[in-house]
């Protein structure tokens, strides 16, 4: 998948956005961290699709956020679409995609905390 400097550049932000918003989060300034996952989650939507798997990024980080301030329904719905963008693409992606953008902090934090 090729991208161009002005999507590159969204991808950057859109990046950015989603770390800041997980340090908001983590100290507990959800509405400001949920303001960032929607400056992310737009600038994606805009410039590489709703499809697209840096989509299916935001939209877990963001899910997580929802469930922590009692918008859990949100948040499944919003983590089930996720989901489903990643196995739409998890076929076609390599392990040198994969390797070059790691999975969202957000996500391994998660792992085993069931």
Not at 56 to 83: F, W
Not at 92 to 107: S, T
Request: with cysteine; glycine share 8%.
């Amino acid at each position: 998948m090729v991208i161009g400097a002005t999507q590159a550049s969204s991808v950057g932000a859109a990046r950015s956005f989603v770390i800041w918003g997980e340090e908001l989060s983590k100290k507990g300034r959800y509405a400001a961290a949920e303001k960032l996952y929607q400056r992310a989650r737009g600038l994606v939507e805009r410039t590489l699709g709703q499809q697209h798997p840096m989509m299916a990024e935001v939209l877990e980080c963001y899910s997580e956020l929802l469930v922590r301030t009692n918008r859990s329904a949100e948040g499944i719905a919003m983590k089930s679409r996720s989901e489903a963008i990643w196995r739409a693409y998890g076929a076609g992606f390599c392990r040198i995609h994969i390797q070059a953008h790691p999975v969202p902090k957000c996500w391994t934090e998660r792992e085993g905390s069931d």
